[in-house]
């Protein structure tokens, strides 16, 4: 089966722009997640979907990241205006249901100048 | 709030020898999964073994083994005759129910030829 597709692969931009990364799950999982990874961390939960509704975004600093996942489907996560400490890689993530194993992306690794 | 701890921030062994990675846990709940997953330098998380903790039976997955021993909260993966393909960066992760994934700081693992 095809894994869970990201892009892009990487991404350098100047703060304060925007950014958007993009992630298509593996067929017919329900929930996907968004994840930070910083530089010598594990990853960190950013926002849970669970088909196109939102389980959880508890760690999300809203007042610059966004996420949806239009049709229950592919997902986008945005970051506006982009901060040094955004430097990161997101990662994405699906599964059938939440508590079954997650299957993670490639990543998209974030530099922030 | 859950926490998981993993002491060692590298490791190395020689190949075909065995090694054992250390992760602590800290929860109040009774029923949750532990997780070892693997990032090489792809950065894609791959999932290495998964233990549900209501069994007493420890996982084992080919070379891979955990020693999982529930009231002390620990979580121990074995990996025997080790290879090259096997460094990479190794993550603990607990999650309770179908609550959030968290994970470890992570050990490096280097294989010696």
């Known amino acids: 089966e095809a894994g869970v597709a990201q892009s892009p692969r990487y991404k350098i931009i100047e703060k304060r722009q925007s950014v958007a990364f993009w992630c298509n799950p593996i067929s017919g999982h329900a929930t996907l997640y968004w994840y930070q990874q910083i530089l010598g961390q594990g990853p960190k939960l950013l926002i849970q979907f669970q088909n196109n509704g939102v389980v959880d975004d508890s760690q999300l600093p809203k007042d610059r990241f966004s996420a949806e996942r239009l049709k229950g489907v592919d997902s986008t996560l945005k970051i506006q205006p982009a901060k040094l400490e955004d430097s990161a890689v997101y990662l994405c993530a699906s599964s059938l249901i939440g508590a079954q194993p997650q299957h993670f992306g490639d990543g998209t690794r974030l530099s922030i100048l | ?113």
Do not use: H
């Open chain 2, 1 to 113: 709030a859950q926490t998981v701890t993993q002491s060692q921030p590298e490791m190395s062994v020689q190949e075909a020898e065995t090694v054992t990675l250390s992760c602590t846990y800290d929860t109040s709940e009774s029923d949750y999964y532990l997780f070892w997953y693997k990032q090489p330098p792809s950065r894609q998380m791959i999932l290495v073994i998964r233990q549900e903790a209501y069994k007493q039976q420890n996982a084992t997955e080919n070379r891979f083994s955990v020693n999982f021993q529930k009231a002390a909260k620990s979580f121990s993966l074995k990996i025997s005759d080790s290879q090259l393909g096997d460094a990479a960066m190794y993550f603990c992760a607990y999650q309770p129910g179908n609550e959030k994934l968290t994970f470890g700081t992570g050990t490096r693992l280097t294989i010696i030829p």
